[in-house]
């Protein structure tokens, strides 16, 4: 029994701080909700859609796309039919504003260039410390651990801060989180 205390342990730390996120982490989320908040002012929106894609070692289930990559005008495509289901009075006027998570910058870059409408991101935020958080690489899970511990930790923090505005997990008192979030299947 006495073996197995250090599995124990660690499990209930990452419970404590990625779960529930530490102190630290929650304050970077409320930073980041609040440049979030700020920026839907900005564009005259109180709502938001999110969207994921994942790069790197990740395959969708879709085997009809090369490489298994789902394109990205199946994204572009999945935000201006969620925006139009969802808020069919608003659609015609704007484009939903959309909050970009992703292990790419390439994708962030083609999805900002691409999209016609307002594109939040991590990679793109005016904070400094949150926009050090943003994804170094595309994400290889073999190729994770041999990078140097700042650059898993803030490749981690950086994933805990997209993963709470895509989901809106941890809510605040203002509970700012996506109408919907746009994603592939696995």
Request: with cysteine; proline share 5%; glycine share 4%.
């Amino acid at each position: 029994m006495n073996k197995v205390h250090p599995i124990f342990r660690a499990a209930e730390t990452s419970f404590q701080s990625t779960i529930r996120p530490n102190p630290h982490n929650l304050g970077l989320i409320k930073t980041a909700r609040e440049e979030l908040s700020a920026f839907l002012r900005q564009e005259g929106a109180e709502t938001y859609l999110a969207a994921h894609i994942r790069r790197g070692d990740h395959k969708s289930a879709h085997l009809d796309y090369p490489s298994r990559r789902v394109p990205l005008s199946n994204y572009l495509e999945g935000v201006q039919h969620t925006w139009l289901k969802l808020h069919k009075e608003d659609a015609r006027k704007q484009q939903a504003p959309v909050y970009f998570a992703s292990d790419s910058r390439a994708a962030f870059e083609e999805f900002k260039a691409t999209y016609k409408g307002p594109v939040f991101s991590i990679f793109s935020v005016g904070d400094q410390v949150l926009r050090e958080l943003a994804s170094p690489g595309e994400y290889f899970q073999s190729e994770f651990a041999s990078l140097d511990s700042l650059t898993r930790t803030r490749s981690t923090r950086g994933m805990i801060l997209d993963l709470a505005l895509i989901s809106g997990l941890w809510p605040t008192e203002k509970n700012l989180h996506p109408d919907a979030t746009i994603c592939a299947i696995r």
